[in-house]
């Protein structure tokens, strides 16, 4: 079953692994990410 996942700090290390699991799962993933602490 298919479903829209929102994923808050999507850019960051467990975001970014998170939504790659989920999108290999065929969820759709929407990343949010305001890059505040990012280098």
Known sequence: MSS???IT???GFIGS???ERLLA???D???VDNFFTGS
């Open 25 to 27: 799962e065929g969820h």
């Open 9 to 11: 700090g999507g850019a």
């Open 29 to 31: 993933v929407i990343c």
């Open 17 to 19: 692994h998170l939504s």
């Open 4 to 6: 829209r996942v929102l």
